[in-house]
Nanobody, 120 residues
Framework: QVQLVESGGGSVQAGGSLRLSCAAS?????MSWFRQAPGKERERVAT???????DVTDSVQGRFTISQDNAKNTLYLQMNSLKAEDTAIYYC?????????????????WGQGTQVTVSS
């Protein structure tokens, strides 16, 4: 069973920074960060592939950076210049099928989530 454990969430003021971590029990072809704000759909934030390619959604481009430590099977999300609209629960995920790398794969593996709250 694949296990994903996020950490690093918290409360910050607008303009601040946080670094999220996700410890995985396995390596994967791709790993992603998603977020879900109250009353909104789950949204993909960023994806990283095993060859190092990254894909970041437009709303966080230039502010968020996804990275991974392959030796530790750990995924990171560095979040800078945070805004109130970044407030959400952040999840890391590994899809069951590689075709779902850029999607919220309900059949994939998900962490329990970590809360990020940005106050303006």
């Amino acid at each position: 069973q694949v296990q994903l454990v996020e950490s690093g969430g918290g409360s910050v003021q607008a303009g601040g920074s946080l670094r999220l971590s996700c410890a995985a029990s396995t390596s994967a072809y791709c790993m992603s960060w998603f977020r879900q704000a109250p009353g909104k759909e789950r949204e993909r934030v960023a994806t990283i592939y095993s060859d190092g390619r990254t894909d970041v959604t437009d709303s966080v481009q230039g502010r968020f950076t996804i990275s991974q430590d392959n030796a530790k099977n750990t995924l990171y999300l560095q979040m800078n210049s945070l805004k109130a609209e970044d407030t959400a629960i952040y999840y890391c995920a590994i899809p069951r099928f590689i075709n779902n790398c850029a999607r919220a794969d309900s059949s994939g593996y998900w962490g329990q989530g970590t809360q990020v709250t940005v106050s303006s």
